[in-house]
């Protein structure tokens, strides 16, 4: 066997290639060496993210990068007080953005306004939303994966939808401009360990879908793993299991105001 071919052959449980490696590394970063991140590596990034598939080749994303102190400091309390979001070098938002196409069809010299009573908003579909929603994701992780294979870490940030409105406006964010999550990126200063995730037996079926009681067992043992992990990586504060952690989120009203904010950009109306 070659040495590419070894690279990437291996049993099911063994590390396949560097790519895959990389992968499941994966672990959220919340403290950062106050080192910055050169701009071709950012703009490498970037081009990362934008060779990501996109829906019907729509290309719904835009993102902004925040650079102005006072606006991070905005954002980190808008995220409900998530320090990281001010001190980490980059600090990226990631926006839904169906403002672009509608300007450069309006631009078109054939366009004609469309007189179609059900399709004179073009872009107010749910479908519209959520494709360019499935954009932004996938631009998103592509960059997560470019930085971490510069050694940077990443995080996510969605709690900036906990104050959209005003994320909107401190971004000055036009009809059809969504914000849906920010990215934290910098060169790691702690090294957490990786969370586990569900057996792949609970996500990954065969034809037909197979309801949770089927592997309950399995979810059980899992619910015991992350337990676990909770009490190991807080020294015993906390202590819960993830069906534990479902539940509370599940009694929690999350961001009640976002169908309300997604009307009033024109956005998700039918
Ligand atoms: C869209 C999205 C939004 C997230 N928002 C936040 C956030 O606001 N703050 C935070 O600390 N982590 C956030 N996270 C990170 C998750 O908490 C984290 O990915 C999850 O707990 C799994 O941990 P891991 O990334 O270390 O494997 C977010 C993740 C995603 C995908």
Same mark, same amino acid.
């Given at each position: 066997?070659?040495? %590419?071919?070894?690279?990437?052959?291996?049993?099911?449980?063994?590390?396949?290639?560097?790519?895959? #490696?990389?992968?499941? =590394?994966?672990?959220?970063?919340?403290?950062?060496?106050?080192?910055?991140?050169?701009?071709?590596?950012?703009?490498?990034?970037?081009?990362?993210? &934008? %060779?990501?598939?996109?829906?019907?080749?729509?290309?719904?994303?835009?993102?902004?990068?925040?650079?102005?102190?006072?606006?991070?400091? @905005?954002?980190?309390?808008?995220?409900?007080?998530?320090?990281?979001?001010?001190?980490?070098?980059?600090?990226?938002?990631?926006?839904?953005?169906?403002?672009?196409?509608?300007?450069?069809?309006? &631009?078109?010299?054939?366009? @004609?306004?469309?007189?179609?009573?059900?399709?004179?908003?073009?872009? =107010?579909?749910?479908?519209?939303?959520?494709?360019?929603?499935?954009?932004?994701?996938?631009?998103?992780?592509?960059?997560?994966?470019?930085? *971490?294979?510069?050694?940077?870490?990443?995080?996510?940030?969605?709690?900036?939808?906990?104050?959209?409105?005003?994320?909107?406006?401190?971004?000055?964010?036009?009809?059809?401009?969504?914000?849906?999550?920010?990215?934290?990126?910098?060169?790691?200063?702690?090294?957490?360990?990786?969370?586990?995730?569900?057996?792949?037996?609970?996500?990954?079926?065969?034809? #037909?879908?197979?309801? =949770?009681?089927?592997?309950? *067992?399995?979810?059980?043992?899992?619910?015991?793993?992350?337990?676990?992990?909770?009490?190991?990586?807080?020294?015993?504060?906390?202590?819960?299991?993830?069906?534990?952690?479902?539940?509370?989120?599940? %009694?929690? &009203?999350?961001?009640?105001?976002?169908? #309300?904010?997604?009307?009033?950009?024109?956005?998700?109306?039918?």
């Amino acid at each position: 066997m070659n040495d %590419a071919k070894a690279k990437t052959s291996a049993t099911s449980e063994s590390v396949k290639n560097d790519t895959i #490696t990389l992968l499941q =590394a994966h672990r959220s970063i919340r403290r950062f060496k106050q080192k910055s991140i050169n701009s071709a590596d950012l703009k490498l990034i970037i081009k990362a993210g &934008q %060779a990501a598939a996109t829906s019907s080749f729509c290309q719904s994303v835009s993102v902004i990068r925040v650079t102005d102190e006072y606006k991070r400091a @905005q954002m980190a309390e808008w995220a409900g007080g998530q320090p990281y979001v001010q001190s980490a070098p980059e600090f990226l938002v990631f926006c839904a953005d169906l403002s672009r196409a509608k300007y450069l069809i309006s &631009q078109l010299d054939s366009h @004609q306004p469309l007189s179609d009573s059900n399709n004179d908003e073009p872009f =107010a579909w749910t479908e519209q939303f959520i494709t360019a929603t499935l954009d932004v994701g996938l631009f998103a992780q592509n960059c997560a994966v470019a930085a *971490q294979s510069l050694d940077l870490g990443i995080c996510y940030i969605g709690g900036i939808r906990n104050q959209i409105q005003n994320v909107s406006r401190a971004l000055e964010l036009p009809d059809l401009v969504v914000p849906l999550f920010g990215m934290c990126i910098g060169y790691p200063d702690q090294s957490p360990d990786r969370k586990p995730r569900l057996p792949t037996e609970a996500v990954f079926f065969e034809n #037909t879908y197979v309801a =949770a009681k089927e592997y309950e *067992q399995v979810s059980n043992e899992y619910d015991q793993h992350i337990k676990h992990y909770y009490e190991q990586r807080t020294k015993g504060k906390l202590s819960q299991t993830w069906s534990e952690q479902l539940a509370k989120q599940a %009694a929690t &009203q999350t961001r009640p105001h976002m169908q #309300t904010f997604l009307h009033s950009k024109g956005m998700a109306k039918r």
